[in-house]
């Protein structure tokens, strides 16, 4: 939205040298735009201000469960099984014990696909921890992390998912979760501007 405010306000300079001594005009044409401005739309904080957390909860995951991870000592086939079960692609790998200690993370395509299947490994006979992404390797974000911020980890890392740890894991989000925040806070600022053209803010 803040692009769209300095865009507004880059118009008023051109409305401003081609009104010319047209004073009302330039009068309501400013006005709408600074009503546009403070209005309670333009407002909402945007990708910048959106956090991590704040994705995990539009897609109904504020709770942890253990859908959410395997264990190193498992089977490829069980972990797979469990993706499929929760249409996941991706399983954050624990130690065993109850502390939930971190191991790595396993992925349906990086790690089963080319660990797996491509090298014709038994699934019921390969270990999670055989395969898996190991922990000194894993891309992890926080709960507060900015959007954009994960956003630029998995594009710079070529990754398409990321565990969020909090001290202990709290949930995961995808490359597809992130585009879809991205369209979504884009479409808002397309439907303000389109209501700002069609005169609907006053």
């Known amino acids: 939205m803040q692009r769209l405010v300095q865009a507004v306000r880059s118009c008023q300079e051109i409305l401003q040298q081609s009104l010319g001594r047209d004073t009302d005009g330039m009068k309501n044409v400013f006005n709408r735009c600074r ?13 910048e201000n959106t956090t991590v957390a704040e994705v995990l909860m539009t897609k109904g995951e504020e709770k942890v469960g253990s859908w959410l991870w395997c264990r190193t000592d498992d089977t490829i086939h069980d972990a797979v099984k469990q993706m499929a079960q929760n249409n996941v692609g991706s399983l954050v790998v624990l130690k065993p014990g109850e502390q939930q200690q971190i191991a790595g993370i396993i992925t349906e395509r990086a790690d089963y696909l080319r660990k797996v299947i491509a090298q014709d490994r038994p699934s019921k006979y390969t270990r999670v921890a055989e395969i898996m992404t190991d922990q000194n390797k894993l891309i992890t974000v926080t709960s507060d992390t900015n959007i954009l911020h994960a956003m630029h980890l998995m594009t710079e890392n070529h990754i398409r998912h990321v565990p969020v740890v909090d001290g202990k894991i709290v949930g995961m989000i995808s490359i597809v979760d992130v585009v879809r925040a991205v369209v ?15 005169g609907e803010y006053y």
Do not use: D, T
């Not at 009503?35 to 990708?47: C, D, I, N, Y």
């Open 35 to 47: 009503r546009v401005a403070s209005s309670p739309a333009s407002r909402e904080k945007g990708l």
């Open 184 to 198: 979504e806070q884009q479409s808002g600022e397309v439907k303000r501007l389109n209501e700002f053209i069609k």
